[in-house]
């Protein structure tokens, strides 16, 4: 069993412990809260151990009466692989203190990129990752596009890509962020981070992305425009997306969605758990394949579809599972690609 602590328990670090609870090769020591909250007593119910930042915030915990089994230091002597799930840039403050106690550890997307090793896809670059100290899960808008590119690469061959994101401006816990009534131009000045993110897995390809934030909490939206390297047929496309568990096509003449919210609100009927879709949400009908090119639109569900792969991270950094094995692992236990409908 690899033993396991996450530091940072918000919107992705519970997901993340809620994944490695279904996991028979992973064991979770214990997670790091700051604050003796409505969430550090639902942690204490499900019967998670929690361990505080510091003695400070451990005597907030102790007034609070809630137990806490010692500080984040504390954790560190007992686990393998930190998941560092704090707010972007907190993890590489953090970093030197992870090294120093010789832990290995996954950052998320909100870190820069040379806070790691590796920055990670698992479809695209899992054994990149095998045996590395440190790795950082790419964003959840870098990770959706991985998503698509590799699995159209590995199938048919990706030359180029163009997309233009279209951010939510909030997860729907979130009371003091926006816009609320206007669709800002992230940035204005092209183009936006996110390509050269998706260049940190893939530094050969040849990206430009541009973004826009707009007033909703449920999904990103994506209109991706890709060249292929050779000119395919709208079937073999449809193969490649359907080959992988961790991308849904959407049949909107079936199904009769056609927003994120129809997607979330089928999530919700289906019982996924926080309503929840890691996997890339492809919208089936938008396919369009002209020659060696192929456009799409596709929705990514932030707050969980980074979450199979801080597990198959944790496995690659340990080196205990192929990345074959770790995918389906990963997939299986946590349903990915079981139908919403
Ligand atoms: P969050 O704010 O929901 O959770 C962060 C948690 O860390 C909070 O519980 C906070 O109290 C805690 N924290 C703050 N300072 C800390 C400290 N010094 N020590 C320990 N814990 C501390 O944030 P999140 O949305 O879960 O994001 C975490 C990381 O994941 C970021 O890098 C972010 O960019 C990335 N990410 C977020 C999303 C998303 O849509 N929410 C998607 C993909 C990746």
């Known amino acids: 069993m690899v033993r396991v602590g996450i530091n940072g328990y918000g919107t992705i670090g519970k997901r993340v412990a809620d994944a490695i609870l279904k996991q028979d090769d992973i064991e979770l020591v214990g997670i790091v809260k700051t604050k003796p909250d409505y969430v550090a007593l639902q942690a204490v119910k499900k019967g998670l151990k929690i361990y505080a ?19 984040l230091q504390d954790l560190l002597g007992q686990v393998d692989v930190i998941v560092d799930a704090t707010p972007g840039g907190v ?22 990129t040379h806070v790691a090793e590796v920055s990670f896809s698992s479809l695209c670059n899992y054994d990149e990752a095998v045996g590395r100290r440190s790795v950082r899960v790419v964003s959840c808008n870098t990770t959706g596009l991985l998503r698509l590119i590799c699995t159209l690469h590995n199938a048919i061959g990706v030359k180029s890509v163009r997309a233009t994101i279209v951010r939510r401006a909030a997860d729907p816990k979130e009371i003091k962020r926006g816009p609320v009534n206007s669709i800002n ?26 973004a826009v934030v707009v007033p909703t909490t449920l999904m990103h939206v994506h209109l991706v425009n890709i060249k ?10 449809l193969q490649a997306l359907q080959s992988t568990r961790r991308i849904i096509l959407v ?37 369009t394949v002209n020659g060696d090119e192929v456009i799409l639109f596709q929705a990514v569900h932030q707050e969980s579809i980074v ?5 198959d991270a944790i ?8 990345r074959e094995d770790s995918i389906r692992k990963t997939d299986e236990t946590l349903g990915l690609g079981k139908p919403l409908w």
């Open 307 to 311: 979450v199979p792969e801080n597990i």
């Open 228 to 237: 292929l390297s050779r000119q395919a047929s709208i079937e073999e496309v």
């Open 315 to 322: 496995r690659a950094v340990m080196n205990i599972a192929s």
């Open 91 to 112: 993890g590489a403050k953090y970093k030197p203190l992870y090294e120093e106690v010789g832990v290995k550890a996954i950052y998320q997307g909100g870190e820069k």
């Open 53 to 71: 930042p510091d003695a400070d915030s451990a005597k907030a915990f102790a007034s609070a009466g809630i137990p806490v089994s010692g500080t």
């Open 251 to 287: 049949d909107t003449k079936r199904t009769g969605i056609k927003s994120t919210a129809e997607v979330i609100e089928a999530a919700r009927d289906a019982g996924r758990p926080r309503s929840d879709v890691p996997e890339l949400v492809v919208f089936k009908d938008s396919i």
């Open 185 to 210: 131009l992230d940035p204005v000045k092209l183009p936006s981070h996110h390509g050269e993110d998706v260049k940190t897995v893939l530094p050969w390809l040849d990206i430009i992305t541009a």
